[in-house]
């Protein structure tokens, strides 16, 4: 079959690949929980969900983050902006599916945004600012002076130096081999890639000698080619230093707050202990951009506010974020607990954080009453201390921070369940065999909660026949069924094989249905994605 060739006209939109649709997903650092949660380890107010806000996506895709947080956040206003029409007809239509009122699809580029918006209290963008042209780079720096309310806080992600200067060359090569290409930008990255691959296979230094380049390379084959197309064939993509975006920034009178992930705020984990001391005593992007040095920085989240109110005292802190929740990561957590933090791995044991599990265990207590139950000496410097200490434990992952206390994980005992939110049926009606993992909005938690594709297959069930019990014969066999029609296929977790005798397939799926009753159920429950009744 010939493939016509596609003009560059219908490839770019001001040298952004547009005959390719982004990749659909849920980015949790997004969310104003997350970037309130960097506020506060770097002392600076959040702003409070329990308020109604305006938050504003650029560049926002299909809108699965978007769209996930209005779900979450129905008393605040939400706007979606992005230039590629497939992605904002396909918002729209799912709006109006899930009756999302508080929603406003714009689709246009960021110098013609709709002369009402009012100043928002959230401004983010994911996959925009390395990617565009310099002209739209200085758009949004216009955005984010006129829209950025006092206090608010802003998100951008970028492709950063130093790490990304020895893969610039096979970024460069890439491109050069797909522009000889036909076709769209899926089929040209992806014969520019095999193309790469057989020189790397014939020697090139260019891969033996760079052994970043080389892993890149390796890493290239788990991605999908809509991905890599937007990674490698815009125009006017741009590697950035930290520096020189935290000075565009100023200069639109936005003050850097930090970084995600969270652990980024903590130097004793990044960089670490053996590398503190090359860490100059001076300003904040400073001593940042020396840590992108020491660590070959190559992505960075980074969080800017606009004249951030900053806490003078642990005080301060309390009385701004003191009515969050706290809840360990998963409700039977017990320690020692490890995690890898930049390549090392790190182990949570003993004391202050055994303390901490065993207050939290069953419950969600206020991060107030928290550091009240640990406060023994009810000085301030303890409280400064026990706050330093649960930041320790929320960056590695050991526990959460929610927007408010969650009701305590408890057995179901319901006949009858049922998903209220539209937009979470939404969701289950839709499931497909291409994704790992879906995302459910929870109103209490104010964002997205992952769930498994298999569980949310069992959950899918669950909303053909509310009262089913479902760890009976019938109920596995309808799993059984909707898992083989959509997909993904079973596969045995130790050796990945696929699952093919029916018997096998049916203790497996009766595995799935118990774990979710187990395990997923209850938080769900807790979250208020599912109701019992």
Known sequence: MSVEPVEPAARYSDGYVIDVPYLPGFYPFLSPAYLGTVAAFNGVAPISCQDPFAYLELGCGFGDTLLTLAAANPGSRFTGVDINPVHTAAMRDRVARCGLGNVRVVESGFDALPGA???QQFITMHGVFSWVAEHVREQILTVARDLLAPGGLLLVSYNALPGWAPLLPVRQLIRELAEAETGDSRRRVEAALGIVREMRAAGAPLFTQNPQAASMLDDLGSHDAAYLAHEFLNDNWTACAFPDVASRFAAAGLEYVGSLPLFHNLPAFWPGPPLLRFIPEADRVTMEARCDTLMNQS????????????????????????????????PGLSLPWSTTVAGREITVDGPPHDRIGSLVRGRSPTLADLVAELDETNTEASAGRILDEIDVAVALGLLRLDARPLAAVEPLRARSLEVPDAFNRDVLARLSGGVKEVTLASRRSGTGHGVRVLSALVLACLLDDPSADMESEAFVRAVEERVRRRGPPLAVRSTGKPITDPDERLAAVRAICQDVVRIVLPELVQLGIVVPH
């Open 299 to 330: 992505f960075r989240w980074d969080v800017y506010g606009r004249s951030p109110h900053r806490f003078a005292t642990a005080a301060d802190r309390l009385a701004a974020t003191g009515g969050w929740g706290v809840r360990l990561l998963e």
């Open 117 to 119: 918006l009012p100043p």
